[in-house]
């Protein structure tokens, strides 16, 4: 794979490379459109999602009044932009092209759901507007539904604050050999906080639709997160800092405060659409959007993409607090209980099993996480003891922090059956908790069986029909650019084992 970019000469090079090239509508771009680099996404067997963006010079941020709103260029109107589909690298056998419009309504972003593909493949794609041409990426299709179970090896991250760490993570995940990348949200930080910066936001906190596109244009600038977006096919979900900390619809608020919040989570889901490789048809209604799905990768892997922010229950107490919303929670029911494959996988944004954080007799549990929805956890579970699913794994992210823990039907009890085995994600760059305070977990909590606050990185995970194999990959620094990255803790799944068993 490469990531080489180039501007055509000419027209006439162009048509050699390009034979779809004609009258449309172009630029020609005086620096590179193409700075947010290429991504895939939403793999299915015969079907995948291309995205990029086009980008444009801005004008120079005053920095004596660093806060002040940056005017966006207005000059560039609808562009057609160009995309091809390939066996091979060097784009000699193309299996597919087409033309897609780009226009400022969306950012000149562009989605492009292309269908009618081969199974379990791997392809190559690239885009091209005027005189300007892409980096190449490289995805793969899911397989079949019906193909024999074989090896899948994905990768899963989470929270990546811009200020408080480089991205070396992804630098090593790129260069892994994997089918698949999931994001846990978090992808953006609307805030600035924590210490010993290596990286400014410039702006204050996004409000405004061009503030949020600004804040995924300066996050997708990393090169090492372009790479690991080249590299391989994603799927994402979303966590609050999208939108802001802990956001929740609260119908309690007076309408002038639920106004201005349905306003500005409506500009942050509009960005977040902008900037992430996803189906065209998200783009039509941005007050809300179904971004939680199934996918089935042949009878080795159903994985479950959870939404846990849009639709949950405002603050305070009782036990009728809804985590998913009764629609999508009805949604995972019938999923679970219709997944086949040999491993099944949850995907959300955070920790399932109960966190007590109290020290002692006392408990104490986060209102931000499933621990304030008990309601909604016991209903997951009850489903997950239902459907029978052979090897139940969720992955989380959210905390900072790694964890593997054993998911109990009755966390009180340690000798309760375990229902899942579970494993979260510590962040990519995003400050994590104390050592005081994850000493006080695994006292607490003795079915979390391992956490670690102090790494940065992501998870691999290796699944075949034997065993599902979770690394914690951690950076060695993540306050250096060039920061090696180690397997920090290993672990084993056992087929039809469920528990954290050390590898």
Request: proline letters at 6%; one cysteine or more.
């Amino acid at each position: 794979m490469t990531t080489r970019r180039r501007f055509l000469a000419n027209g006439l090079a162009a048509a050699a490379v390009w034979p779809l090239l004609g009258s449309v509508r172009a630029a020609t771009f005086e620096s590179d459109p193409f700075t947010l680099g290429v991504a895939s996404g939403c793999p299915r067997p015969q079907s995948v999602v291309l995205w990029t963006r086009l980008t444009f010079p801005q004008a120079e941020i005053n920095m004596a009044n660093p806060f002040a709103p940056v005017e966006q260029p207005t000059e560039h109107g609808p562009l057609d932009v160009e995309w091809q589909l390939a066996e091979d690298e060097n784009f000699s056998s193309v299996v597919q092209s087409g033309i897609a419009e780009a226009t400022p309504d969306f950012a000149h972003s562009v989605h492009v759901e292309v269908e009618g593909l081969r199974p379990d493949r791997w392809y190559f794609y690239r885009f091209r507007s005027g005189n300007a041409e892409s980096p190449v990426g490289r995805t793969r299709t899911a397989p079949a539904l019906d193909a024999a179970a074989s090896p899948f090896r994905f990768a899963f991250a989470s929270c990546q604050q811009y200020e408080q760490g480089y991205y070396a993570p992804y630098r090593d995940m790129a260069a892994r050999d994997l089918d698949l990348v999931v994001h846990l949200g978090d992808y953006i930080y609307e805030m600035s906080w924590g210490a010993n910066h290596v990286r400014d936001h410039v702006t204050g906190a996004p409000l405004l639709l061009y503030e949020y596109r600004d804040r995924y244009a300066l996050y997708k600038s990393d090169e090492n997160l372009k790479a690991a977006h080249a590299a391989f096919p994603w799927l994402i979900t979303w966590d609050d800092h999208e939108v802001y900390n802990n956001y929740l619809l609260d119908p309690g608020e007076p309408e002038s405060a639920r106004r201005a919040f349905l306003e500005r989570r409506r500009a942050a889901y509009q960005a977040w659409y902008e900037h992430m490789p996803v189906p065209p048809s998200l783009g039509r209604d941005f007050s809300s959007m179904r971004i939680y799905g199934n996918y089935q990768f042949g009878q080795m892997l159903d994985m479950a993409m959870l939404d846990l922010r849009q639709y949950r229950s405002p603050g305070g107490a009782g036990t009728a607090r809804s985590m998913l919303g009764a629609e999508q929670e009805n949604w995972l029911d019938r999923t679970l209980k219709a997944a086949t494959a040999k491993w099944t996988v949850i995907a959300q944004q955070t920790l399932v099993s109960q966190r007590d954080t109290a020290a002692g007799p006392e408990e104490s549990f986060s209102d931000d996480t499933w621990d304030a929805y008990r309601e909604s956890r016991s209903k997951l579970l009850s489903t997950l003891e239902a459907s029978n699913i052979a090897n139940p794994l969720i992955i989380g992210g959210d905390l900072h922090a790694y964890f593997a823990a054993d998911v109990k039907r009755d966390f009180a009890n340690e000798n309760a059956p375990t229902l899942a085995t579970e494993f979260v994600t510590g962040s990519i760059s995003s400050d994590g908790p104390t050592e005081e305070s994850i000493a006080t977990v695994l006292t607490e909590n003795p079915h979390i069986k391992y956490a670690e606050g102090r790494d940065h990185g992501y998870a691999m995970v290796e699944l075949a029909n034997s065993q599902a194999k979770v690394d914690f990959m951690v950076v060695s620094d993540r306050k250096d650019p060039d920061a090696t990255t180690s397997n920090g803790a290993g672990f084993i799944v056992a087929d039809g084992v469920p528990g954290v068993v050390r590898a």
